[in-house]
């Protein structure tokens, strides 16, 4: 019976993490973790000849963590891969989906009309100009809630 699993056959111990990416046991490997595993599409850029290390970031063309096609992988310094990923004022990556600062008056005008005008939860004051996750408005603000909670 033929392949059809485009991916490489390793004749390695595969498994798929929780975040979506495929860890591969090859311990002997240049970019193997310290248990031993390395990163399915760090190691098939690697051993494709692009030019990576422990700086660099391989991205996928597709977004899809688990298709690994040598096709799909790019080579790309830290700062370059994270505005591909800013689309439009939001960052999707492994931990979650995030909004990237308050960005151009347009964009804090949407905001604030979909959010609401957001203040301290100690002083009261405007804190729309601060993070999105942000509650208080300082350090000070956030010793005192802390204070309060802790009478």
Known sequence: MART??????????R??????VDIWNPSHPMARADGYVLEHRKIAYDGGLAINETRHVHHLNRA?????????VVLD?????????NDGVI?????????????????????????DRHCEVCGKDINELRLDATVCGNNCRVLRWKRAHR
Do not use: C, M
């Open 16 to 21: 798929v993490r929780t975040d979506g990416y």
């Open 5 to 14: 699993d485009p991916r490489p056959n390793y004749g390695a111990k595969r």
């Open 92 to 116: 999707i990556n492994q931990y979650g989906t995030w909004l990237t600062g308050t960005g151009s008056d347009r964009r804090r005008r949407a905001l604030k009309a979909a959010r609401g």
């Open 78 to 86: 830290p700062i370059t891969h994270a505005e591909l990923h800013a």
């Open 65 to 73: 963590r688990d298709d690994n096609a040598f096709v799909n992988l």
